[in-house]
């Protein structure tokens, strides 16, 4: 009858298998699912487009503003601007007046 003798290279090569296929298995588990992984890269694209949309909204929001401040400029403010601002925040026109345009 054979015995078998326990090599203590193969129990230690065994054990360096395990724990190296263990490592590329974790590995493999962050390059899907870590913070880096593929399903956060997705989810990163979506939120750059959810952010450079509202860049752009905000962009021309800021030239509606800029223009605006630029029709308001105390050199050479444009005066349907001024009256109607002066309407609308001194409360200058009731609402019984009518505005009548001269050619």
Same mark, same amino acid.
């Given at each position: =009858?054979?015995?078998?003798?326990? !090599?203590p290279? &193969?129990?230690?090569?065994?054990?360096?298998?395990?724990?190296?296929?263990?490592? /590329?298995?974790? =590995? $493999?588990?962050?390059?899907?699912?870590?913070?880096? $992984?593929? &399903?956060?890269?997705?989810? +990163?694209?979506? =939120?750059? !487009?959810?952010?450079?949309?509202? /860049?752009?909204?905000?962009?021309?929001?800021r030239?509606?503003?800029? +223009?605006?401040?630029?029709?308001?400029?105390?050199?050479?403010? %444009?005066? %349907?601007?001024?009256?109607?601002?002066?309407?609308?925040?001194?409360?200058?026109?009731?609402p %019984?007046?009518?505005?009548?345009?001269?050619?």
């Amino acid at each position: =009858m054979r015995t078998m003798r326990h !090599e203590p290279g &193969i129990a230690k090569e065994r054990l360096f298998r395990g724990l190296s296929l263990a490592v /590329l298995v974790l =590995m $493999g588990v962050f390059a899907v699912a870590g913070p880096s $992984g593929l &399903i956060a890269w997705g989810e +990163n694209q979506r =939120m750059l !487009e959810q952010r450079q949309a509202k /860049l752009a909204e905000l962009r021309l929001e800021r030239d509606r503003l800029k +223009n605006r401040v630029q029709l308001l400029n105390p050199k050479k403010a %444009d005066p %349907d601007l001024a009256g109607e601002l002066l309407r609308s925040n001194l409360n200058v026109a009731r609402p %019984d007046e009518m505005v009548m345009l001269l050619p």
